[in-house]
């Protein structure tokens, strides 16, 4: 692609995020532009659009477009259980600290289809911690919330799920958790029981409840900096006195602008506390 066209189609991408959030009130203003790009092109041969300016036409003036694009500009492929660490350090580390507690309130953002929030929902029925436990789960993209609350999934990613879960110090067998039928599994309802799905967007949104635990992992690598900062800023909000955030493998607080709010907990598997008197 020459400089000219490089140029214009990074005017059409700024177009488009613009005319989305002015149209459907998504804001993508403050994402990674390389990672938008990416999506966008794929997008592109799904709507058999040449140019990011027909596809903002059609997003403009077809109602069906818009959800179907979000798709392209948002779901994320998990594992449950991914990096099995991490789920080692919350039982070994954060477990007993969270017991302290009547009751817990959890946050998952950025939830997608689910693998996170049901990873959390067995560890914590593992650790006794369940039954006291309400775990929220929040994205952007309807379609993935739906996807996450049916609790349904390929069997064919079960045996890295499987895999994951062992890995991560469970105390059980994965299988109790959920049925196998017509080529999917279903994961129990009693997991269900304890956690609300809901739409919530990182970028205009603002915080929602008192949390014990944050986990946001491989979301914030999909933001600029300044949004960033505004969804560090919701956790550490979001946060009671000396509560927890977890983020991705690839992700940190040491360059943010809320650094100074959390103390490093368990560095080496990105998970953080809320320091006393914030």
Same mark, same amino acid.
């Given at each position: 692609m020459s400089h000219r066209k490089a140029r214009t189609a990074d005017i059409e991408q700024r177009l488009l995020i613009d005319a989305i959030f002015h149209r459907y009130h998504y804001d993508f203003r403050g994402y990674a532009q390389a990672s938008l790009k990416r999506r966008l092109g794929t997008a592109l041969l799904h709507f058999d659009c040449a140019t990011i300016s027909q596809l903002q036409d &059609?997003? !403009?003036? /077809?109602? +069906?477009? =818009?959800p179907a694009l979000l798709e392209y500009l948002t779901v994320? *492929?998990? /594992?449950? =259980? #991914? /990096?099995?660490?991490y789920f080692q350090a !919350? #039982?070994?580390? *954060? *477990?007993?600290?969270? #017991?302290? @507690?009547?009751? !817990? &309130?959890?946050?998952?953002? %950025?939830?997608?289809? %689910?693998?996170?929030? @049901?990873s959390l929902a067995i560890l914590l029925h593992e650790e006794g911690l369940l039954e006291r436990t309400l775990i929220y789960a929040t994205d952007i993209n309807p379609h993935a919330l739906r996807a996450a609350e049916? %609790?349904? =999934? /390929?069997? +064919? #990613?079960? +045996? +890295? =799920?499987?895999e994951n879960h062992s890995r991560s110090g469970a105390r059980t067998s994965l299988s109790d958790y959920y049925t196998a039928r017509y080529g999917r599994v279903v994961f129990h309802k009693a997991l269900r029981d304890h956690m609300v799905f809901s739409d919530h967007s990182l970028a205009t949104d603002s915080v929602f409840a008192e949390m014990h635990f944050v986990s946001c992992r491989n979301v914030l690598i999909y933001f600029e900096r300044d949004l960033q900062n505004r969804a560090l800023g919701l956790f550490r909000d979001s946060l009671c006195h000396r509560g927890f955030l977890g983020l991705g493998s690839k992700e940190s607080l040491r360059f943010s602008a809320h650094a100074d709010a959390f103390d490093d907990f368990v560095l080496e598997d990105r998970i953080y506390r809320k320091k006393a008197g914030l």
């Open positions: &059609k997003v !403009l003036h /077809d109602p +069906a477009v =818009f994320q *492929v998990s /594992d449950m =259980f #991914r /990096d099995p660490s !919350l #039982r070994s580390e *954060v *477990v007993p600290l969270l #017991r302290t @507690y009547p009751s !817990l &309130k959890i946050w998952v953002a %950025g939830c997608s289809a %689910g693998e996170e929030v @049901y049916s %609790g349904v =999934f /390929d069997v +064919a #990613r079960v +045996a +890295a =799920f499987t």
